[in-house]
């Protein structure tokens, strides 16, 4: 989760979203320590103060999610080994077995309130610059090449 002055963002696992925040880290001002936020804190995790600010996160096509959900996390499940910070997240993959569709709504129902904008993980470069375009008074060039060039990143902490 990163919240500026202008948006929350909420991170959904396995849609791009550790790219997306650490771009939104590098190129805009927090308002929020984000070491005290969830790395991937659904909308009852926004502290009270902020509800009011628009919130936007990501999704993805539901096969693809369910493919690269898998391969990410159920070698946890193998090996009992789970990465700091995931422990819900692991124990939402027990919960279900590896029905990972269940998951996924799961998980879209936890993310995501009622007025929450969504970027499709198929057009994040696009869906992010326009969203961003919409809701912050300039778009940098350096946000702006960071959005079009930075390379994917699949980090499990991306709050460094």
């Given amino acids: 989760m990163i919240i500026t002055s202008d948006f929350v963002f909420l991170g959904m696992p396995k849609t791009a979203s550790c790219w997306v925040a ?3 880290s590098k190129n805009l001002t927090m308002v929020y320590p984000t070491k005290s936020l969830k790395q991937h804190g659904g ?13 936007f996160g990501g999704i993805r096509e539901v096969d693809s999610w369910c493919k690269s959900a898998y391969d990410h996390f159920i070698p946890w499940v ?5 990465p ?11 919960k279900h077995g590896i029905h990972l569709e269940a998951l996924y709504n799961s998980e879209l129902h936890r993310m995501f309130g009622h ?3 969504i970027l499709r993980f198929e057009y994040i ?3 992010l610059y326009n969203y961003l375009d919409d809701h912050i008074t300039h778009i940098s ?3 702006e090449d ?13 709050f460094g």
Avoid at 84 to 94: I, L, M, N, Q, S
Avoid at 146 to 158: G, S, V
């Fill in 22 to 24: 650490k771009i939104l």
């Fill in 43 to 55: 909308f009852k995790d926004i502290p009270d103060r902020f509800n009011h600010l628009p919130k």
């Fill in 78 to 82: 193998k090996r009992e080994s789970i």
């Fill in 84 to 94: 700091k910070g995931y422990e819900r997240f692991y124990h939402e993959v027990e």
């Fill in 115 to 117: 007025k929450t904008a």
């Fill in 125 to 127: 470069r696009d869906d």
């Fill in 141 to 143: 060039g350096e946000l």
């Fill in 146 to 158: 960071d959005i079009f060039y930075m390379p994917p990143i699949n980090e499990d902490n991306y």
